[in-house]
């Protein structure tokens, strides 16, 4: 039994073929790791992915997030997500837009059901379905909290976090402190769900332990994907893909050594930048001329 590196995928099952081909690849064949799959009972889950996980932790998955909450905490905890409801804070309480409430509920359910194994691994990967990856995912220091680089939003990223497995209470412990009454008096402007994250990580003394890496993945999203945000940017030559996030998407791509990596999947990824850039430019060109841009991305 490998008890070096657990990868948990948390969340929704999705991204489909492409993105589970690179993880298996690029994270984890390349770090010998075992997997643990931690999506809701409503979700399809392909028998490829379910091969591939050493632990299925199916948790029920409620339409509306509010009854885990108040199952598990205080009226606290609703309140402060609430106060970050125009940010996606909310998302998944009520008719809020967004998902802020569910990755924070998932986190919890981590900890309350699977601390044991969870923390019997050096090194712990927590991270999401639906990345694709370009390159291989770096090996990190086991005794270091590392976070990829990028989404910050005036706060830290809530996609990919690598943490020696002691730590992970404290790792998944945001929903505690979310229990704190009116705490969200102490988070700036921006209330959203990276924001939180920050704000909690000083609150326990781990965000200026917390290092950087250069990112090799990008978010995606097939047509049959649950997603509580709007369409990203179409991916062509690929049967069903969008890459989610801009920045993500021109991050990844950008400094991919096709020559180095070269496989279909990072062929096409390269062209579809290029064909972005392009894309950039002649919207650019066409504002200052027409004052309008041609292209909506």
Not at 91 to 114: E, P, Q, V, Y
Request: hydrophobic share 40%; net charge positive.
């Amino acid at each position: 039994m490998n008890k070096e590196i657990l990868v948990i995928m948390m969340g929704s099952s999705r991204g489909g073929k492409y993105a589970l081909e690179t993880q298996k690849k690029f994270l984890l064949d390349h770090l010998n790791a075992d997997l643990a799959i931690c999506f809701g009972d409503v979700d399809e889950v392909s028998q490829k992915i379910l091969k591939m996980a050493k632990y299925n932790w199916n948790f029920k998955d409620f339409n509306n997030w509010r009854d885990y909450f108040e199952q598990n905490f205080s009226e606290n905890i609703v309140n402060n997500f609430i106060a970050g409801a125009y940010e996606g804070l909310a998302g998944g309480i009520d008719s809020h837009s967004g998902s802020g409430s569910i990755i924070f509920a998932i986190r919890d359910i981590l900890k309350r059901n699977h601390l044991d194994i969870i923390k019997s691994y050096k090194q712990v990967i927590l991270t999401r379905s639906d990345h694709l990856y370009v390159d291989f995912h770096p090996k990190l220091d086991f005794d270091k909290i590392s976070v990829v680089e990028g989404e910050d939003y005036m706060g830290i990223t809530d996609r990919h976090y690598v943490f020696p497995g002691k730590y992970a209470e404290k790792i998944l412990g945001v929903c505690d402190y979310l229990d704190i009454k009116d705490i969200h008096k102490e988070w700036h402007e921006l209330k959203n769900p990276e924001s939180v994250l920050m704000f909690y990580y000083k609150k326990i003394n781990l965000y200026k332990s917390i290092e950087r890496f250069k990112r090799t993945q990008l978010v995606v999203k097939q047509s049959g994907d649950s997603s509580r945000w709007g369409k990203g940017i179409k991916l062509f030559f690929f049967k069903d893909l969008e890459a989610k996030k801009v920045n993500e998407f021109e991050d990844a791509v950008k400094n991919l050594k096709l020559i180095e990596r070269f496989n279909f999947t990072n062929f096409r990824l390269k062209i579809n930048y290029y064909f972005f850039q392009l894309r950039k430019l002649v919207n650019n060109i066409s504002f200052k001329i027409l004052k309008k841009r041609l292209f909506v991305q």
